[in-house]
T-cell receptor, first 109, second 112 residues
């Protein structure tokens, strides 16, 4: 099956800093999502982005499908950004998300 | 709009007991999924269903069964629970095709 690798595995930031999270995948995909798992365990949809660039407030994402990677940018980080960020991908006619192991982010005040 | 609802929220279960985790969605999504989340391993697919009446095995299906009698419900059954099934279980759904998936709030299961 398709392999998904996320980096870095852990990230510690001071509030206000910017960061870039990366998701590499081993094969072509036609579905890609970024999720934020908050400290209470909820999985929150951030972006559905199989290709191109999207922005939502301080967060943006870019997927370069031909080069098999996606990037999640967090600008002016806040303590509420803490948690684990997951990338999930899928291919074919039916989307069955395959997850990476996530990037654990801690933002200190 | 409720989205996806899982029940129970948490459960402590004696080893050897049978347990069904419930998942209901009201978005009329065709596809539904069950994942387990374990520390350091991310989310791993247990079973999935592309449409009512069909199911398929994921990465870690052993010890679990599912059914999909209708569009809205996708229960996950542990026939005889073992301690290694201690985990957080997430149900998800998507419209099918190239659309995003949405997740329930999770069920924390402890098998003792």
């Amino acid at each position: 099956g398709i392999q998904v690798e996320q980096s870095p595995p852990d990230l510690i930031l001071q509030e206000g800093a910017n960061s870039t999270l990366r998701c590499n995948f081993s094969d072509s995909v036609n579905n890609l999502q970024w999720f934020h798992q908050n400290p209470w365990g909820q999985l929150i949809n951030l972006f559905y982005i199989p290709s191109g660039t999207k922005q939502n407030g301080r967060l943006s994402a870019t997927t370069v499908a031909t080069e098999r990677y996606s990037l999640l940018y967090i600008s002016s980080s806040q303590t509420t950004d803490s948690g684990v960020y997951f990338c999930a991908v899928g291919r074919g006619g039916s989307y069955i998300p395959t997850f990476g192991r996530g990037t654990s982010l801690i933002v200190h005040p | 709009i409720a989205g996806i609802t899982q029940a129970p929220t948490s459960q402590i279960l004696a080893a050897g007991r049978r347990m069904t985790l419930r998942c209901t969605q009201d978005m009329r999504h065709n596809a539904m999924y069950w994942y387990r989340q374990d520390l350091g391993l991310g989310l791993r697919l247990i079973h999935y269903s592309n449409t009512a009446g069909t199911t398929g095995k994921g990465e870690v299906p052993d010890g679990y069964s599912v059914s999909r009698a209708n569009t809205d419900d996708f229960p996950l059954t542990l026939a005889s629970a073992v301690p290694s099934q201690t985990s957080v279980y997430f149900c998800a759904s998507s419209l099918t095709g190239n659309t995003e998936a949405f997740f329930g709030q999770g069920t924390r299961l402890t098998v003792v």
